[in-house]
C-alpha cells in the first residue's frame, strides 16, 4: 500500500496527541468497588477498590502502605517504576503489561492515572507483584480477598434446598476446618477455625425459615437469618468423594408448625382429632434407645484385602458375607431399616463409610473386620469402640478439647464443635454400652479374645455421629478362626449374637441414657493394625 503524504500527517497528529495525555487519566471516571481484604497469617487489612469500566482496580499508593513498597513515578517515559528489596517493576501508561524482576507479564487492563494517584488492575498484586515479593501472593477476585503466605482460607460452597417441611443449607468447606456452631436471637451462625473464607453466597427469595446468608465481618462466620417460622436446627456432616467436608444445617420449624393447622371455619366447633404419632416434634439427635437405621459397614473391599488366613481365606469376603447376614437378619427380626457400606467387592474411603451412616442418619454404625496376628495362637472375637486419646496419632491434626473452645460474643451460645473427624467423641459412652451388650450376647457362643472389649483410635469411626463399634469377628490367622469363620453355622450364630447385642443394647439405652463411665472396664491397649 502507498502512504500518501496526508495520512503521514495525521498519523504524526495523533501520536502528538497520545503523547500529550500520556499519563492524565483517559476513559470513564473511576466507581467505588467494595473493598479487598487483605490476609495474612497475622492480620487483615482491608485495601480499597474501584471500578473503571469493568475492571477493579487499585491503588498503588495503598499498596505501597501494604507492602512496604517503593512507587515512583517516570513523568517523562509515561509510566511508574514499583520497587521492593531491590528488585523493580515497570508499567507504562496505556499498556496492559508490567515488567517484574525483567520478566513481562500482562494484565487485563492498563495502568490508569486518578488524579495524583495510579490505579492498577487487582491482578497486578498476584501477576506483576507476586514474583518479585518475598511471601506468595494470591487474589481471590470474586471472594474479594488478597491472601499473603501461607493462610488457611477455605473454599466454602453454600446452598440451600427444601427438605420437606425443614430447609436444608448445605455448606461445602474444602479443604476441612474446625467448625462449631451456636445460635443467637434471629440467626444461626456456623463458624469455621480459619483465617477467612473463599465464600460463594447463593442468592435466593427470603423463605419461612430462612431470609438470608452472609459471610459475617469477621470473614470466618456464615451467618444464616432465619425467619419468623423457625423453631430450632438440626446439624450434621457428610464427607463427599471430592474430598473436603460438608457441614448440613436444617432448620426446623416451630414445633406448633408441626401440627396440622385446622382452616378457620363456621358452625359447630370440629371434634379434637389427636395429632397423627409421626408428627412429633422433631429431635435434633436420635434419642438413645431408638433402633431404626443401622449401617453396616463390610470392611475392605477391591484391592485391599485385609487380613488373608492360612489356607487363602481373605477378610474382605468374610465381613461382606456377614455384613449381608447381619442385615436380612436385622430386617426380618427387628425390622430396622439396614444400609451397607458396600454390598459387592469394592474399594470404598474409610471416610465414606462413617459419612453413609451420618447421611442416613443412622441410630448404629457396625464395623465388621477379622484381625490378624503374627502369632498363629491368638484367637478370638474382639469388640472396639473408639479412643479419644490417640485421635491425633495418626498424623492428623489435633484439635482443642470442647472446653477450651472459643464462644462468640454477645449472648450466644455455642452448642456444638465437631471437628469433622471427632465426631464419634460425643457418643463414647453410648458406644461403649453397644460394645458391652454385643460382648454379653456374643460370650456364651462365639470364642472370644482373652481381650473381648478394646478401645482404640480407629478411625473408620472417628467420623460417626452415632453410637459405633468395630466387631473383630476372630483371628484369620489362626487356623481354627479360619475354619470356624468360613463355616455357615458359625456366621449365622454370629448374626444372632450381633442382633441379640444390638437389642440388647437399644433396652439398655432406651431405660436411661448411660453415664460416660458406663464403658465394661475396656482395656487399654496399642492396636496391632488398623481394621
Ligand atoms: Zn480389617
Known sequence: MVVSPSRLIIAGALLALAVATAG????????????????????????????????????????????HLAVREDALAGGVTVGYKGRTVILTAGQALASAGGRLVSLPAPPVKDGRRWLV?????????????DARLDVRKNSRLVLVGDVRVPRVAVRQEPHGAETRVIIALNPKAPYSISQETGRVLVRFDADALDASLPAFSPLPLLQSIHL????????LDVGPRFGSFRASLAVPDEGGVQVIVDLLPAAAEQAPQAPPRSGPPPLPVPPPPDLQPPVAQPTAGTLRTVVIDAGHGGNDSGA??????????????????????????????????RDADQAVPLDDRAALANNSKADLFVSLHANASARQTVSGAQVYFFSADHAADDGRKSVPPPQTLPTL??????????????????????????????EDRCRDRVRMNPHPVLQAPLRVLAGANMPAVVVEVGFLTNPDDELQLVSEAFQNTLTQALVDGFLRYRDAAGRARPPQTAAPAPRQEPIRRRP
Do not use: N
Open 24 to 67: 492524565a487519566r483517559q476513559g470513564p471516571a473511576p466507581r467505588a468497588a467494595l473493598p479487598f481484604s487483605v490476609i495474612s497469617a497475622d492480620a487483615r487489612r482491608p485495601l480499597a477498590a474501584s471500578f473503571v469500566g469493568e475492571t477493579v482496580m487499585v491503588s498503588l499508593d495503598d499498596l505501597a502502605a501494604l507492602f
Open 121 to 133: 488492575p487487582v491482578e497486578f498484586v498476584s501477576r506483576a507483584l507476586g514474583p518479585v515479593y
Open 216 to 223: 459475617s465481618e469477621s470473614g470466618q462466620t456464615i451467618a
Open 308 to 341: 488373608r488366613g492360612p489356607t487363602g481365606v481373605l477378610e474382605k469376603d468374610i465381613a461382606l458375607a456377614l455384613a449381608r447376614r447381619l442385615k436380612s437378619a436385622l430386617e426380618s427380626r427387628v425390622g430396622v431399616r439396614v444400609l451397607l457400606t
Open 409 to 438: 460474643g454477645g449472648g450466644s451460645r455455642v452448642i456444638e464443635m465437631i471437628p469433622w473427624e471427632m465426631a464419634q467423641l460425643r457418643h463414647l459412652g453410648e458406644s461403649a454400652l453397644l460394645a458391652g451388650a454385643v
